[in-house]
Structures are given as C-alpha cells and as structure tokens.
C-alpha cells in the first residue's frame, strides 16, 4: 500500500508552568529525524503529570491521524508513536491502549505507572532507558518490563516484538542514543487484521480493539479478552465480558464460506455471513481507516442470542413499521421511483372450548396473557398451548400477545 509514514513524538514536562513545558515541546520538535515520513510533535493540551494518558487524549490522536490519512495520504499502517520522560510515561499507557492504531512504539525514559503491555502483541514496542536514570525508580521499572516482555515473547513467540536498551552509566538524558528506535520501528507495518488479539481494557477504556468490539456495559477496567483465528473458526476468551461483538473481513476469513465462532469454548454460531456496505459506512464513521473497515459483523455472548449484521438471528427481516422503498438506476444515487409501504406484524390466534366438566381449554399462539377485568392488568401466564382452566379460575380474561 502507497503513503508515507506518520511519526507522532511527544515532550516530557509534567506538572510544571506553560513555559517550562513549551520548552520541552520545542526540544522535542527537533530531536529526531526519521528518514521518511511526517513527523508531528504536538503541545499537551495540559501542564500535568498524565499530560499524554488522559481520556482526552484517544480522541485526539484519532482525529490527528485520521486527518493525515485523508488529507496527507498517510499509510494507516504505517503510524508510529515515541515518547521522551513525560511522553515516555504516556506511550507506556497509549502504547497498549491504542495498539490497533499503531505500528510500532517506543518509550524513552519514562515510567508506566499502571500500564501493562498485555495488548502490545501485534505491534513493535521499544524501551530505552539510562542505566542510572534513578528518580521514580525509572530505571527499575524499566528492567522490570524488560523482563515482561521478554515472557510475553517466550509464551507466544508469534507476537511481542520489542528491543529494550537500558544504556550503562546513563542517566534520564541518554545523549541521542535512543534515537536508533527510530530505524527499527520503521521495519514494522500495522497488520490491522492479526490472526490473536489480546484486548485488556485500561482506566481509559475503549469500544473497538483491531477487529473486536463491546458495548459501553462492558467498558470496565481490567477486563481481557483473548480472541484467536485459526482457518474459518474464530474463537474467543472472555470470562468477564457479557457480550463480544466480532468485526468481519475477507483479510480475516473468507466470507464466501461458512465460519464458526466460539465463545469461552461453546460453539456460539456456526453459517455464512453477508458482506454489507452498511457495515463498512459504520465502520468507517467510528474510524476514517479503509485497511481496518469491517463488511459483516457478529455479536456472541453468555447467552444465546446471537447478532449477526446487527440483526438477532430470528428477526423478521424488517420490524413492524412504516417503510420507503427506493429504486435507483445503475447503481447511483438518483432516485426513480419510490413508494411507500407498511410492515404489520400478525396477530396471534386464541381458541377457547367449553368443556362439558366446565373446564375451558384455551388454544393459542405466542404468549398467553390473562387479566382479573377487561382493562387489566395484563400479566404473562408461563405455559404452553393448549392450556385448561378450572371453573372457579379468577383469571378470568385472557389474550394471546407476541
């Protein structure tokens, strides 16, 4: 795919005065030198400690790079982010949190707080460090994630590409050295449609994670899941999650044939699924990212309902409702003709028999409801058809519903 990269460096500082932060911004402007690429040093839009891992923060960084996608012929695979003290702290947090976005990312100097790098499977993640960079114990927790990802790596050696350099003798100014991340990221390229995701959720959560999606009820903290693709069956781990919605692809599985999904180990759905320009214009308004679009969709979860392109599986086609069919010619958008039409949903059948002992059998459709007046209150009677009543029943008025 055509496009330059695009480069995204952000200044240390923290909880310090404007001035001694757009100083730092303007060291960071000319720090590094990638040799292709656009490359953005933005000002924090706060003077914080957490200026670069606020909430603010991943919106921010969508719009940036969308619009350097659309306005500057980007390749969205080919995104990279770096960070020096402060903005080494945030690439610690936005690295994993926004791994889907990013080719490749490396931390320089900085301290992860929280951060795990349990989502920075599919990307290249760097860590450089000055051996003697002791304040906060940087150092120390440098060595620390060292060591996570090399186990990281060694228990899944299809992922987890990192180089991590702690510089002997070095303290938080490491004299240019870290910049030799810069022509090692740029070996890496995005792959937005990875065969294993591993999701976990942050204290900033997100809806969309590369080709997984939950709603807002499951946007907690910590929660993890681990999704893998192995020919036509996707299978997914989520002990915590209610719901897990599955974006579709032919660079994920061929959507001519049959797919299964699986959801902690039981077969949740099993059939083909139609690609939809609807999906794709969905999934483009949540993000201007063409590579990463999805055409289908399917949504699994604890119980047994199952969403396939929005619609749960057993829907009429179309709902009760009042509708406008539209025909246009050659695939364009004039219109030549429309009407107008309307959906109404049957209504079910009830039969009752007098019975010669006085008992009434009643046949229905549906649910069986059953009020003490004509006016209500209606409640559900839990029963199947035909169901008998005895003469002295105080439920006295019935109705079958959908």
Known sequence: MEGRSLWISLHGGGSAPASVNDQQWQNQIQLYQPKEGYYVAPRAPTDSWNMWFQPHITPLFDRLIENFVVKNRVNPNK???MGYSAGGDGVYQIGPRMADRWAAASMMAGHPNDAQPDNLRN?????FMG?????YNRNGMAEKWKGLLSKLKKGDPGGYAHRARIYPGLGHWMQLKDAEALPWMAKFTRNPWPDKVIWRQDSVTQTRFYWLGVSKSDHVNGRRIEATVKGQTISLTAKQTSRVKVRLSDELVDLDRSLVVKLNGKQKFSGKVDRLKSQ????LSERADHTSAASATITVGKDSNVRVNGKLIGENFL??????AVLFGDDSYKELASVEFQITTPKPKLRGIRNADGTLTLTFEGELEYAPTVNGPWRKLNSKSPKTFSPTSRKRFFRAAN
């Open 123 to 127: 990307i290249g993640f760097g860590l």
């Open 79 to 81: 995104v990279f982010v």
């Open 131 to 135: 051996g003697n960079d002791s304040s």
């Open 319 to 324: 709902d009760a409702g009042n509708y406008r």
């Open 280 to 283: 794709m214009s969905v999934s």
